[in-house]
């Protein structure tokens, strides 16, 4: 781990009933990795369907898999078959300037409780987004879009896409609400 470093969110991902995926953020180091966290995010929908015949589903998945030393995908499923991931780069990000060193010493790893603050607020912000009379949410399968010409149903409301990079950004380890 880089010295003074705290992890941080790299990607948040939001994948449909039909394991499409409704939107993609990422965060610095990693804005410019999008087919890497996309391939990242499609091998943890495996994961969701193995557990899934397993064991009875709780929400918060926890920990799906460590990729290396440094990522390390969770994840948390809907009552509706909506799924979040997200993904913590360990090394994560330096601490800003004004956060004091001493209080916040670096963080070796993470709990899989320390992102249900995220996950809550992720899905508050998919509540919201759902409760717009505006917003129109496609429910077609992919074959289906596929077969009559479409184009994929993904998420572009500025508001919803504002929120998950505030969330993105205001996640640490041991924040109690975001």
């Known amino acids: 781990m880089a010295l003074n470093s705290s992890p941080a969110i790299a990607c948040i991902g939001i994948i449909g009933r039909h394991d ?40 918060d998945l926890g920990l799906l ?15 509706t078959g909506i799924k979040f991931i997200i993904v913590v780069d360990m090394m994560g990000r330096p601490p800003t300037a004004d956060e004091d060193k001493r209080r916040f010493p670096p963080v070796v790893g993470i709990r899989d409780t320390d992102l249900k603050p995220a996950f809550r607020a992720v899905q508050t912000a998919y509540i919201q987004l759902m409760l717009n009379p505006f917003y129109a949410p496609d429910d077609r399968t992919p074959l289906q879009i596929v ?9 572009t409301s500025k508001k ?8 993105g950004k205001a996640w640490a380890p041991g924040t109690t609400s975001i």
């Open 147 to 155: 077969n009559y010409g479409g184009t994929s149903p993904e998420i």
């Open 65 to 79: 898999q460590a990729i290396d030393e440094r990522l390390a995908a969770y994840g948390w499923l809907t009552n």
């Open 20 to 59: 499409n995926p409704l939107h993609i953020s990422l965060f610095p180091p990693h804005e410019h990795e999008d087919l890497e966290m996309q391939f990242l995010l499609n091998s943890c929908l495996d994961i969701f369907d193995i557990r899934s015949r397993t064991k009875t589903l709780d929400q």
């Open 160 to 167: 919803f896409i504002n929120e998950l990079q505030r969330i």
